[in-house]
């Protein structure tokens, strides 16, 4: 009998066989008619056609000299080697229709437009534009601004110390297993999620940005993080070695992971500046709309419990910021269920992250109704897609791919979750909406990226674009229907820590 080729010589007979073949053969044997090009001057290739397991040079220099006999492509050639395909894709008749008009719109929109610099703090800059339109009321205000950097700095502190619970906890953990390659991806990265941001108001108050304004290291957090990230990946290899050992009593465990917290404190202390103290006063003095002069001693904890305090509340039409609650549209899960993630937060045994899962309808109709109150709207998205920085325009219709590719990009929303295609990158503040006949066409958007960006600082929306990319809005529980509100008495649906649920803004 004779002997059977292996795998690798067949494959090499078929390579050599292959740029023997002319052009007429090679297409041919891709089920395409030569004599007839496609209207936009792309090969087609049936689905039944042979396909080689390996990239053919000749095939491709077949496609490549189809595509170039298409002037279209030739023009598209010249422009795309030469800018950025969003730049050159921009549709000008879509740019023209996101207009900043808005039928529905909060009195109080919150001035100045934020920075948030090169830094990942878009989630406390979302949080305290909220939180500042309450004390803008309270106080007459024409403008103001809370320190982002004195939540940054306790964060980064607390998910310090969370981390090296986490540690101490999945001491039976596989070093290299999924979890713990997750619980050390980025131990203390700069995102968050609305209820991170109620952990740290709860436990350490507010403050004015004038009394702890941003360090060197607070805008420009990413050499701060490294540093700090290193260190704690290092503390964790030492933490399991001395876990793991039979000769390491309790006591002496907590005393060392009390030594890495205080050497991460002293790193956060020097590069982001001391903090205010929790229990001394400090003094804001500021100027009214009738530019009269205040001056208010408090705590930051006294200063946070403003937003709950009746004057604060009939500011607010009667809503509470403390008691505001986060609704996602996660098309993968059923709706009306509780969602949360195994191991995220920042503040240990604080107050988890949950989600109630809805329907975009339901999300958008309690958006309208918060703006019809006069209050902003913390929301989360992905804010990268089919967007024009420049102009402050988030559309599906902004760029259009299919004019320079012949390609058309269907995936749903759950489609693009589930391949790691798209999540939460970006948290912004919703202040107004255009409806025509009852339904949203374009919303308002309060963006953290300076007044460079859009139309000095503020973009535009569409609603088409919100359905696809906005995950997730705060919003009053009142603004829901009691089937919506008793969903956060369920337990919980626990997704894994490396769910895209579970990216933080």
């Known amino acids: 009998m004779g002997s059977v080729p292996s795998k690798e010589s067949k494959q090499q007979q078929l390579n050599e066989k292959l740029p023997e073949r002319n052009l007429a053969q090679q297409l041919q044997a891709l089920h395409v008619d030569k004599d007839e090009p496609t209207d936009e001057g792309f090969v087609q290739v049936n689905s039944g ?74 989630w406390l800059f979302a949080a305290t534009n ?63 999620q609305w209820d991170m941001v109620a952990n740290l108001v709860n436990k350490y108050g507010l403050v004015p940005q004038s009394v702890y304004p941003d360090s060197y290291n607070a805008m420009n957090s990413r050499y701060m993080d490294a540093l700090v990230t290193t260190k704690l990946r290092e503390d964790a290899l030492k933490l399991r070695t001395l876990a793991g050992s039979s000769a390491t009593p309790q006591s002496s465990l907590a005393g060392v992971k009390e030594k890495m917290l205080r050497e991460i404190h ?77 191991r995220l937060g920042n503040v240990f045994e604080g107050r988890s992250v949950g989600y109630v899962n809805v329907d975009m309808d339901t999300m958008k109709t309690a958006c309208v109704a918060m703006l019809r109150r006069g209050l902003p709207i913390f929301f989360g998205s992905d804010v990268g897609k089919y967007l024009d920085g420049a102009a402050g325009i988030m559309d599906l219709d902004i760029i259009d791919y299919s004019l320079a590719f012949n390609i058309s990009l269907n995936m749903s929303k759950g489609q693009r979750i589930v391949t790691g295609e798209s999540s939460m990158t970006h948290a912004m503040v919703l202040t107004a909406v255009h409806v025509v006949d009852g339904k949203p066409v374009r919303w308002r958007v309060q963006n953290s990226w300076g007044e460079a960006a859009g139309d000095k600082g503020w973009f535009v929306m569409s609603d088409k674009w919100m359905d696809q990319f906005v995950y997730q809005a705060v919003v009053d529980p009142e603004f829901v229907s009691k089937e919506v509100r008793d969903v956060l008495k369920q337990n919980p649906k626990m997704l894994e820590l490396w769910d895209p649920m579970g990216a933080l803004a």
């Not at 491709?60 to 395909?85: F, G, I, V, Y």
């Not at 229709?97 to 830094?119: C, H, M």
């Not at 804001?284 to 946070?304: C, G, I, M, Q």
């Open 266 to 342: 002293l790193m956060l202390t020097l590069m982001l500046g001391p903090p205010p103290s929790l229990d001394s006063d400090f003094v804001w003095e500021y100027y009214d709309k009738n530019d009269v002069l205040h001056s208010v001693t408090t705590t930051p904890l006294k200063f946070a419990k403003e937003l709950s305090s009746s004057q604060s509340v009939r500011a607010c039409g009667g809503t509470d910021v403390h008691e505001l609650f986060s609704l996602v549209n996660d098309p993968r899960n059923s709706y009306n269920t509780l969602l949360s993630v195994k």
């Open 130 to 192: 909220v939180f500042r339109v309450a004390i803008m009321r309270r106080h007459n205000l024409k403008e103001f601004e809370l320190s982002q950097a004195y939540l940054f700095y306790w964060d980064k502190l607390e998910k310090a110390n969370f981390f090296l619970e986490q540690v101490l906890d999945t001491m039976d953990e596989d070093m290299e297993g999924r979890l713990m390659q997750a619980l050390l991806s980025s131990p203390v990265g700069d995102g968050g």
């Open 49 to 122: 056609s042979y396909c080689s397991p390996t990239l053919s040079i000749s095939a491709t220099q077949a496609w490549e000299k189809k595509l170039l006999e298409d002037p279209k492509n030739r023009l598209a050639l010249s422009a795309l080697t030469s800018n950025s395909p969003n730049t050159v894709l921009t549709s000008r008749n879509t740019k023209i229709a996101d207009t900043q008009t808005f039928n529905i719109k909060i009195p109080l929109e919150g001035y100045p437009v934020t920075n948030q610099r090169a830094s990942g703090r878009c």
